[in-house]
């Protein structure tokens, strides 16, 4: 034991600094960066300028058929002017209802074809109530009764068609075939992305005939959108439609795509409901029925068997974490064009016509020896080998090859409603 008098090492040995005050072998701090985002390798997609309406005079009116048949069709139709037609309006009217809840247009204040527009899609919906569903017998698949509807439409629709404003036949013929096919079609009995965009083509041809001037794009976008949307879920939900070319949970909904591009539009600048609002169930109860973005959400949530979008609708719990709605509405702009304009599965359905006419070079039909669009009962992608139609089989893409047969989760809750089984957690449809 050492004596009182014996000097006690330090414990720690002083440690000579150099002469930035820093101890040998200490890295010296350098203060944090903030980390820059990585861009997108993706550019944004921009609004073509919509041209002006055409001298109809000019216009020899045919029934519009399809004329992407084959790769070379769609490289053809992706450089074309009708790609740019399509994809100027969709993005115009998408502009249109930049900010503004679905309450700020007014019926009372829309100009009188947006009126006969929404007096014929609520003709469209007494129709389906004369043309009741016949028994499923439990099945989950397409209502064969969904083609009554349909031929029940093509009756009523040229005195529909007089009614805002078109009266020569030709027009009414080449018109009418996108209103026709906008709700679904009548071989397989199911509906996706591809017959929505014959809705807006629909008013594509309307605006191309000076019937819906750029003034109404507005009450286009926010009044009779939303009731066409209305129309189809009602649809859906009677006749059990079958989502053609489904992405099942790796799509952002089984049927439609537009409602969250125009959703995210009215969204864009909002002060205080953010992309991850739609987890709030208060938010999606008060503010749903303004947005169409929230709509959807709600409609999607309802009609699974599972709650929680991060089970059911992956893709859009993902997008609910961006920083904001305007990386939400460049990148609906980005899949509008990829998932569907750029899908050749979904364009092979597409009809051209006089007023978005096809590019010289394109496949038709009769050359290819294919049955008209209503009457083709295979959907998918086909393609021409030697002259003769093939259909071709893939390996890269989930739903969209041979219009394999997808039962709707809409049918799913029907059924188990009608057996008494209410609103419980419900089996998923392929079990």
Same mark, same amino acid.
């Given at each position: 034991?050492?004596? @009182?008098?014996?000097?006690?090492?330090?414990?720690?040995?002083?440690?000579?600094?150099?002469?930035?005050?820093?101890?040998?072998?200490?890295?010296?701090?350098?203060?944090?960066?903030?980390?820059?985002?990585?861009?997108?390798?993706?550019?944004?997609?921009?609004?073509?300028?919509?041209?002006?309406?055409?001298?109809?005079?000019?216009?020899?009116?045919?029934?519009?058929?399809?004329?992407? /048949?084959?790769?070379?069709?769609?490289?053809?139709?992706?450089?074309?002017?009708?790609? !740019?037609?399509?994809?100027?309006?969709?993005? @115009?009217?998408? =502009?249109?209802?930049?900010?503004?809840?679905?309450?700020?247009?007014?019926?009372? !204040?829309?100009?009188? +074809?947006?009126?006969?527009?929404?007096?014929?899609?609520?003709?469209?919906?007494?129709?389906?109530?004369?043309?009741?569903?016949?028994?499923?017998?439990?099945?989950? #698949?397409?209502?064969?009764?969904?083609?009554?509807?349909?031929?029940?439409?093509?009756?009523?629709?040229? !005195?529909?068609?007089?009614?805002?404003?078109?009266?020569?036949?030709?027009? +009414?013929?080449?018109?009418?075939?996108? #209103?026709?096919?906008?709700?679904?079609?009548? @071989?397989?009995? %199911?509906?996706?992305?591809?017959?929505?965009?014959?809705?807006?083509?629909?008013?594509?041809?309307? *605006?191309?005939?000076?019937?819906?001037?750029?003034?109404? #794009?507005?009450?286009?976008?926010?009044?009779?959108?939303?009731?066409?949307?209305?129309?189809?879920?009602?649809?859906?939900?009677?006749?059990?439609?079958?989502?053609?070319?489904?992405?099942?949970?790796?799509?952002?909904?089984?049927?439609? #795509?537009?409602?969250?591009?125009?959703?995210?539009?009215?969204?864009?600048?909002?002060?205080?409901?953010?992309? /991850?609002? +739609?987890?709030?169930?208060?938010?999606?109860?008060?503010?749903?029925?303004?947005?169409?973005?929230?709509?959807?959400?709600?409609?999607?949530?309802?009609?699974?068997?599972?709650?929680?979008?991060?089970?059911?609708?992956?893709?859009?719990?993902? +997008?609910?974490?961006?920083? *904001?709605?305007?990386?939400?509405?460049?990148?609906?702009?980005?899949?509008?064009?990829?998932?569907?304009?750029?899908?050749?599965?979904?364009?092979?359905?597409?009809?051209?016509?006089?007023?978005?006419?096809?590019?010289?070079?394109?496949?038709?039909?009769?050359?290819?020896?294919?049955?008209?669009?209503?009457?083709?009962?295979?959907?998918?992608?086909?393609? /021409?080998?030697?002259?003769?139609?093939?259909?071709?089989?893939?390996?890269?893409?989930?739903? %969209?090859?041979?219009?394999?047969?997808?039962?709707?989760?809409?049918?799913?809750?029907? =059924?188990?409603?009608?057996?008494?089984?209410?609103?419980?957690?419900?089996?998923?449809?392929?079990?």
């Amino acid at each position: 034991m050492p004596s @009182a008098t014996t000097t006690l090492t330090p414990p720690l040995r002083l440690i000579r600094q150099n002469d930035q005050g820093l101890a040998p072998g200490l890295p010296r701090l350098i203060p944090r960066t903030k980390r820059t985002s990585p861009k997108s390798p993706l550019p944004i997609p921009e609004t073509p300028p919509l041209p002006s309406p055409p001298d109809s005079s000019t216009l020899s009116f045919i029934e519009p058929t399809r004329r992407v /048949l084959t790769t070379h069709d769609h490289e053809l139709f992706q450089a074309s002017n009708a790609y !740019s037609l399509v994809l100027s309006f969709v993005f @115009a009217l998408s =502009e249109s209802a930049v900010d503004k809840k679905l309450s700020s247009v007014s019926l009372s !204040s829309a100009a009188p +074809i947006v009126h006969s527009i929404i007096s014929i899609l609520s003709s469209v919906e007494d129709t389906i109530d004369s043309c009741p569903p016949s028994e499923q017998g439990g099945s989950r #698949f397409g209502n064969p009764s969904f083609r009554l509807f349909l031929d029940s439409i093509s009756t009523q629709s040229p !005195s529909w068609h007089d009614t805002i404003g078109l009266t020569s036949p030709s027009a +009414i013929s080449e018109v009418s075939t996108y #209103f026709h096919n906008s709700f679904g079609n009548r @071989a397989r009995i %199911d509906y996706g992305s591809g017959h929505e965009l014959n809705f807006i083509v629909w008013l594509l041809c309307l *605006n191309r005939l000076s019937l819906l001037p750029e003034s109404t #794009f507005p009450a286009i976008t926010l009044l009779v959108f939303p009731r066409y949307l209305t129309l189809l879920h009602k649809l859906q939900s009677t006749y059990y439609l079958e989502p053609a070319g489904s992405h099942g949970v790796w799509g952002l909904d089984d049927y439609h #795509f537009l409602p969250f591009l125009f959703g995210a539009s009215q969204l864009l600048h909002h002060p205080y409901i953010r992309p /991850l609002s +739609i987890h709030n169930e208060l938010v999606l109860e008060e503010e749903g029925d303004e947005y169409l973005y929230l709509t959807m959400v709600r409609w999607t949530m309802a009609s699974k068997s599972v709650k929680g979008l991060k089970w059911t609708q992956p893709m859009l719990d993902d +997008i609910s974490g961006a920083k *904001n709605w305007v990386k939400v509405e460049q990148g609906m702009r980005r899949m509008f064009i990829k998932e569907v304009l750029q899908k050749l599965p979904v364009m092979q359905h597409f009809l051209f016509g006089s007023i978005v006419p096809a590019e010289e070079g394109m496949s038709r039909e009769e050359d290819a020896g294919l049955a008209a669009e209503k009457d083709e009962n295979e959907g998918g992608e086909v393609a /021409l080998d030697h002259g003769e139609v093939k259909h071709v089989h893939r390996d890269d893409a989930w739903g %969209d090859c041979c219009g394999i047969k997808i039962p709707s989760t809409l049918a799913a809750a029907q =059924e188990a409603r009608k057996k008494g089984e209410g609103d419980a957690l419900r089996r998923v449809p392929f079990d």
